[in-house]
């Protein structure tokens, strides 16, 4: 069996622009393409970026049981949300320990779509659906192109009545260029974007059509992996690159918790009932860790993985970094020992390449009260 068994009717197009589609979540994903990075960074950051994130996985929940179902699995209290609303959430295990992110969209009253990453968020809905009078159903015609950046609302304005009034987290039924898609005030990337969710007969047309028009505005194709540009400075945790997954704890299995991961928002106030939730709420403040920025001197950055030190002492590791030419800094995504992350602690990040000094710094780097995502007009 190929690695990747699903499969982007947008293929073509990313291997024309260099990508080799390496496989992420089982589909054939453009993590580079024949151009600098940083060129997609500052279009996102100035003008807009269109990326096919299809390699989300889309599950479809419908039935009399759909809202309990969800309200079994993730940390939202699902009578919160209303048809056109949705909201970003994590699913647990029965130790209290992360193991999926999504953002769940209400659809209609007994109608939802959860998209996830890579994480287990199919298994944990399978589990809470067993004995319910509920289906679900994994859509991978339904494609994912993400336009990010300050004038994707100035472009879609022109194609979509009603899109500067769609809120932060809602999402809008309607039309563009005449097909049918679920345009969504989502992202990934801090800025105000959008995901345009549409069939993968239509996804071409849709990309194209975006690209040429909006090549005159700056409007540019962007690879997958620009997003870990972004995602440092916005506090944005990409499973497992951030989590004990991939960064293990000595002779403990894999699992972080929300209050580790600073995810703890995710759970509505006072919810209960939720896979994991004794357990969750036991766990405050027994952090082994913390996620935590950290701010480097010079141009460098740190190697995904570099280990972070103070006062000779090991105490972090730096899981995803990045220089931005904008702002000319160099700054990176840590799991810190819980004493060393505090706003001004000295630390050193070693790289293959030598030692750097660095700060620990809290996150979001760029626009911490989140002016940007939530703009209106």
Request: glycine share 10%; hydrophobic share 35%.
């Amino acid at each position: 069996m190929t690695a990747s068994w699903r499969f982007s009717t947008l293929a073509d197009r990313h291997r024309a622009l260099g990508s080799k589609l390496e496989d992420w979540s089982g589909m054939g994903t453009a993590w580079t393409y024949d151009k600098d990075a940083d060129e997609e960074y500052i279009a996102i950051r100035t003008n807009a970026g269109l990326m096919d994130v299809s390699g989300l996985k889309k599950v479809h929940i419908t039935g009399p049981h759909a809202s309990h179902l969800i309200d079994l699995a993730t940390t939202r209290d699902v009578e919160k949300i209303y048809p056109g609303k949705s909201a970003y959430a994590c699913m647990l295990n029965e130790a209290g320990k992360f193991t999926d992110d999504c953002i769940l969209y209400r659809t209609g009253p007994n109608a939802w779509m959860v998209v996830h990453g890579s994480g287990t968020g199919h298994e944990e809905l399978q589990r809470a659906a067993m004995g319910r009078d509920v289906s679900l159903r994994f859509d991978d015609n339904l494609h994912d192109l993400s336009l990010q950046g300050p004038i994707a609302v100035d472009y879609l304005a022109k194609h979509v009545p009603g899109i500067r009034d769609l809120a932060y987290f809602h999402h809008m039924q309607t039309r563009l260029f005449g097909l049918p898609v679920m345009i969504s005030r989502t992202g990934y990337t801090g800025e105000r974007g959008y995901e345009i969710f549409c069939r993968g007969q239509d996804a071409g047309a849709i990309w194209d059509t975006i690209l040429d028009e909006g090549k005159s505005a700056g409007i540019i194709p962007c690879r997958f992996t620009t997003l870990d540009m972004l995602r440092v400075e916005s506090y944005l945790l990409f499973y497992p690159y951030d989590n004990s997954q991939k960064y293990p704890f000595e002779n403990e299995g894999p699992g972080d918790t929300l209050w580790e991961l600073g995810l703890d928002f995710t759970v509505s106030p006072g919810k209960t009932g939720f896979r994991g939730a004794e357990e969750h709420y036991r766990l405050k403040g027994k952090e082994r860790f913390k996620i935590f920025g950290v701010l480097l001197e010079g141009k460098e950055p740190a190697d995904e993985g570099a280990p972070v030190y103070r006062d000779g002492k090991r105490v972090g590791v730096v899981t995803c970094a990045m220089y931005s030419p904008l702002v000319q800094k160099s700054m990176g995504i840590a799991r810190l020992d819980v004493n060393c992350a505090v706003q001004g602690t000295r630390l050193e990040i070693r790289n293959q390449s030598g030692a750097i000094s660095a700060t620990a710094e809290p996150l979001p780097f760029d626009d911490p009260k989140k002016t940007k995502r939530t703009a209106k007009g």
